[in-house]
């Protein structure tokens, strides 16, 4: 196993290298993080999960310190590039997956394909119904656009439009505008 304060650069998979970054002490937390962020969207609660808990911090294909997809990829293939990581660092015991929506969705599959290697399963704002056409007639264009031209102010703006919804009520707090 990986020594827990070792910082991993990339770790090949069957469609790319993975940015990996293992931290901590204990049995082992896989967290995938949202589209149109990295690993870096667990910095808050890292260090207290990182007492407990070796963390295995991945940056899916296309995202943050990994390599840029060379074919269009499924979430079967990334909860299979997730167990090629696991192999690769030597983890043999099952795991606790934490996945916030796209890593919730890459979890549910890895734990449905893998369930002797998942221990449990987290998942934040991961809906297990499929986007309707106009949701996706909002979003898929806009991971596109992020792919070319980056986290711009008025593409962040766009992305909290697209995937949080209208305030429930006039009390409810307005998405934060970067």
Request: one cysteine or more.
């Amino acid at each position: 196993m990986i020594t827990v304060n070792e910082h991993i650069h990339a770790l090949p998979t069957s469609f790319g290298a993975l940015h990996v970054r293992v931290v901590g002490h204990g049995p082992v937390a896989v967290l995938w993080h949202s589209l149109f962020v990295d690993s870096r969207s667990w910095y808050r609660v890292e260090p207290a999960l990182a007492r407990q808990r070796t963390l295995v911090l991945l940056d899916g294909p296309s995202h943050g310190g990994s390599q840029p997809a060379s074919r269009r990829f499924t979430l079967t293939d990334c909860a299979a590039a997730a167990g090629e990581v696991l192999d690769q660092l030597d983890v043999t015991t099952p795991v606790d997956w934490v996945g916030s929506a796209w890593g919730g969705h890459v979890g549910m599959v890895f734990a449905a394909d893998q369930p002797r290697r998942t221990r449990s399963l987290v998942t934040l704002a991961s809906p297990v119904h499929a986007l309707t056409l106009a949701e996706r007639r909002r979003i898929v264009p806009l991971v596109g656009l992020y792919r070319v031209v980056g986290p711009i102010r008025f593409l962040r703006a766009a992305v909290v439009d697209a995937l949080l919804p209208p305030p429930c009520t006039p009390s409810c707090p307005k998405p934060r505008r970067w």
